[in-house]
């Protein structure tokens, strides 16, 4: 059974560009969950789709991003512009069902803005 | 709100020597407690997991960690690490919170095992 996977695993763009991450989830799992990591500091939660509905979304840190889930399937992170400090690890993650059931996380999608 | 404090940012140790990381967490409901590996250019594993039950909870490569309710804290532990165990180690907490429960990270320990 595949894994969480994500695209591309390491990108590098000028500020102001646009760059799109996508995330392909474990098949059957309705939860999908992404995060951010800078540099040093700790994976902050950025939201949580269930199914193709954004369930929270108080983590995302301005209107600069933009996540979807259409078809409840994959999803993609829009950043647009990109800022310098939009650099980091971004980390997306699947489970199966709420509670406390295993979150799957793929191996992050490095962003390095200059 | 929960959070999760790991004080140490690195953790050098002689391969073969015990390790503690150590985490602590502040919450006002019940949590559950995780601890995540991240092996160098790999993703985020399950390390092992204290949902209920018994306080010490185990890991299939030799690590523990133990649930103390009333110092909020979540250490991991193994006797004798293997240079294999170098590593990013993540303690992460969820907790009830609209509907759904969402692990809250911490800064991670990187821990560095010499040979």
């Known amino acids: 059974e595949a894994g969480v996977t994500q695209f591309p695993s390491h990108s590098v763009i000028e500020k102001g560009q646009t760059v799109t991450l996508r995330c392909d989830p474990i098949?059957?799992?309705?939860?999908l969950y992404w995060y951010r990591r800078v540099m040093g500091k700790e994976i902050k939660f950025l939201l949580h789709f269930v199914k193709e509905s954004k369930q929270d979304e108080s983590g995302m840190p301005n209107n600069r991003f933009l996540a979807e889930r259409t078809g409840g399937t994959y999803s993609t992170l829009k950043v647009q512009p990109a800022e310098l400090e939009d650099s980091g690890v971004y980390f997306c993650?699947?489970?199966?069902?709420?509670?406390?059931?295993?979150?799957?996380f793929g191996e992050g999608s490095w962003l390095t803005v200059v | 709100a929960q959070s999760v404090t790991q004080l140490d940012s690195q953790v050098p140790v002689f391969e073969e020597a015990p390790v503690e990381l150590r985490c602590n967490y502040s919450s006002s409901v019940s949590v559950y407690l995780f601890w995540y590996v991240q092996y160098p250019n790999q993703g985020l594993q399950l390390l092992l997991k204290?949902?209920?039950?018994?306080?010490l909870v185990e890991s299939i490569n030799g690590f523990e960690a133990e649930f103390n309710k009333s110092q909020t804290s979540f250490h991991l532990r193994k006797p004798s690490v293997h240079i294999s165990d170098t590593a990013e180690y993540f303690c992460a907490v969820s907790a009830l919170s609209g509907g759904s429960y969402i692990p809250t990270f911490g800064r991670g320990t990187s821990l560095i095992v010499h040979p």
């Open positions: 993650a699947s489970s199966q069902d709420l509670g406390h059931s295993t979150i799957y």
């Open positions: 098949s059957g799992h309705d939860n």
């Open positions: 204290y949902l209920s039950g018994s306080t």
